[in-house]
Nanobody, 115 residues
Framework: QVQLVESGGGLVQPGGSLRLSCAASGNSFSFYNMGWYRQAPGEQRELVAAITKSGSTNYADSVKGRFTVSRDNAKNTVYLQMNSLKPEDTAVYLC?????????WGQGTQVTVSS
């Protein structure tokens, strides 16, 4: 089983920054494709950023240029650096791992952007 634990969420003013972390269990992290999703109340869950096992990244258009996803395989951790935050970024952010066609989810961390 793969367990994912997110951290780093909180309350931030518009224009501020946060860095989310997702720590994964197991010995095969380097083989996982990782993603950050977010879900606001009443909204569909959407992919925010993804990073493959080979290091390729992609982003939702809404966050491109503001968010950066990275991974540290030695620490079994994926990060989401969020800059220039906007109120519409408010959501629960969830970490996702995929390997061999199986998908795993963390519990999520709340990000609230408000003045």
């Amino acid at each position: 089983q793969v367990q994912l634990v997110e951290s780093g969420g909180g309350l931030v003013q518009p224009g501020g920054s946060l860095r989310l972390s997702c720590a994964a269990s197991g010995n095969s992290f380097s083989f996982y494709n990782m993603g950050w999703y977010r879900q606001a109340p009443g909204e569909q869950r959407e992919l925010v950023a993804a990073i493959t096992k080979s290091g390729s990244t992609n982003y939702a258009d809404s966050v491109k240029g503001r968010f950066t996803v990275s991974r540290d395989n030695a620490k079994n951790t994926v990060y989401l650096q969020m800059n220039s935050l906007k109120p519409e970024d408010t959501a629960v952010y969830l970490c996702n791992a995929v390997m061999a066609g199986r998908s795993y989810w963390g519990q999520g961390t709340q990000v609230t952007v408000s003045s």
